[in-house]
C-alpha cells in the first residue's frame, strides 16, 4: 500500500533551522496503552529520514507498524554468570550448596552434569571460589541482542532481551549510542525514541542527554498520575517538553486538568486527538497512523508533528533557557490526584 503521508517536499525539516545540530527526541508516557508507539511511528513517518530508535527494550512493538529489513546484529553482553566444565567436574556437589538462588541443576542421572541455570545465576561467583576443582569459571552473560535495521522512513535501532534478562537501562544507552553513530554517519538531523514505560531505569537511560519529550497521555487519573511522574522525572534532566492528550474526548474534564498541568510545567501542548479506533486498526494493518488515512487522529498528529518543529524551532533559538518547570511543591494536574500507587 502506498504510505499515505506527505511527500518529502512537503515534509517539515527536522531541525531548528537556526543551529542544524542533531536533535534526539523522546516520545514517553509514563504509562503503557496512552498511544505513545503509535504518536512516535507517525512523527517518524511525517519526519525526513529520522534515525528511529525503539527504547522499550522489555516490549518493543515499533517493528510492528515499521516493518524493519535487519541489516546488522550483534549480542548484548552484560554481568556475569557461572559455567560448569563437565570434564573438571568431580560432582561433589559443593556449589549447589553454597549457591543461594537454586541456580545450580543437580544431575538426574550418571549421564547428566552439574550445570548452571542462567535464568536463576545472579553472578555472585560464590559458586566458583568453593569449588574444589576449579571447575567453575564466570562469564559475561548474553542479555539479548541489538539490531539496526531499515524502514520506510529511516534506520531502526532496536533489541531483543533475553527471557529473564535485566539490566535493560544499560541496553538502551547502548542503543542510543548506536543512533548517534549512525546518525554521523547518514547526516541524520533528528533521532526519534519510542520510551519505555514507566520512570524506571530504561526511561531514566532513555532521557539522560536527550533535547526534547514530547509526553502522551491519556485523560484517566490513573494516566494524568503517571503524566505527572514522568514530568518529574524529565524535569529533573532540566529537558523541555511538550504534550499531546490522546483519546481527549473519553474525559473532557480531565482533559482540560492535562492542558493546565501542560501550561503550569512549561510544556508545549502539541495537540489533542479524540478517541480513534484507525490506532489500533493502522497497527493490525502494520501502518502508521498518518498512513492509514488523513482524517480524524491522523489529522491531529499531523497538526502535532508540525507544532512540534515549530516548539523544536523555538526551542533551539531560546536554548538553554527553555526548561521543564521543576519547581516544588510539585502542581497536581488534578486535586484529588490518587497516592502512588493506589489502584485508580
Ligand atoms: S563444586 Fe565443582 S566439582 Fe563440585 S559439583 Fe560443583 S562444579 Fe563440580
Ligand atoms: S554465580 Fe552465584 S548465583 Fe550463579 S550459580 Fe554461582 S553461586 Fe549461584
Redo the contacts with the bound molecule.
Keep these: 500500500m502506498k504510505p499515505n503521508v506527505a511527500p518529502p517536499s512537503h515534509r517539515h525539516d527536522n531541525v531548528a533551522p537556526a543551529s542544524r545540530r542533531l536533535l534526539e527526541v523522546v516520545v514517553l508516557s509514563g504509562k503503557g496503552g496512552a498511544g505513545k508507539t503509535s504518536v512516535a511511528a507517525s512523527f517518524a513517518a511525517l519526519a525526513d529520514r529520522p534515525v528511529i530508535v525503539d527504547c522499550d527494550v522489555d516490549a518493543p512493538n515499533m517493528h510492528l507498524v515499521l516493518k524493519p529489513v535487519v541489516r546488522e546484529r550483534g549480542g548484548f553482553r552484560s554481568g556475569w554468570?557461572?559455567s560448569i566444565d563437565p570434564a573438571a567436574c568431580g560432582r561433589c556437589g559443593r556449589?549447589a550448596t553454597?549457591?543461594r538462588?537454586g541456580?545450580?541443576v543437580r544431575p538426574g542421572t550418571r549421564e547428566e552434569h552439574w550445570r548452571?541455570e542462567p535464568l536463576f545465576?545472579?553472578?555472585?561467583?560464590?559458586?566458583?571460589r568453593v569449588c574444589p576443582r576449579h571447575a567453575i569459571a564466570?562469564r559475561e552473560a548474553e542479555r539479548g541482542e541489538w539490531l539496526r535495521s531499515d524502514t520506510r522512513f529511516g534506520p531502526l535501532i532496536h533489541a531483543r532481551m533475553a527471557p529473564g534478562a535485566e539490566n535493560s537501562g544499560k541496553l538502551v544507552a547502548f542503543l542510543r549510542k548506536k543512533a548517534q553513530d549512525v546518525a554521523g554517519a547518514n547526516g541524520a538531523g533528528l533521532i526519534l525514541c519510542d520510551g519505555p514505560p514507566g520512570i524506571g531505569c530504561p526511561a531514566i537511560a532513555t532521557l539522560s542527554g536527550a533535547d526534547h519529550v514530547v509526553f502522551v497521555t491519556e485523560p484517566s487519573a490513573s494516566g494524568l498520575h503517571d503524566l505527572e511522574r514522568a514530568v518529574d522525572l524529565a524535569a529533573r534532566f532540566r529537558l523541555p517538553g511538550s504534550l499531546f492528550i490522546n483519546k481527549a474526548d473519553l474525559d473532557s474534564e480531565q482533559a482540560d486538568r492535562a492542558v493546565r498541568f501542560a501550561a503550569h510545567r512549561g510544556l508545549a501542548l502539541l495537540g489533542s486527538a479524540a478517541y480513534d479506533p484507525a490506532f489500533t486498526l493502522a497497527q493490525m494493518r502494520g501502518l502508521t497512523v498518518v498512513e492509514s488515512n488523513s482524517a480524524g487522529a491522523s489529522a491531529a498528529l499531523r497538526a502535532a508533528w508540525i507544532r512540534l518543529q515549530e516548539t523544536l524551532a523555538e526551542q533551539e533559538k531560546r536554548r538553554p533557557a527553555f526548561r521543564v518547570t521543576a519547581s516544588q511543591p510539585n502542581p497536581s494536574p488534578s486535586p484529588e490526584r490518587p497516592a502512588t500507587g493506589q489502584p485508580t
Design positions: 554468570e557461572a556449589c553454597e549457591c538462588f541456580a545450580i548452571v545465576c545472579e553472578g555472585c561467583g560464590a559458586c566458583e564466570m
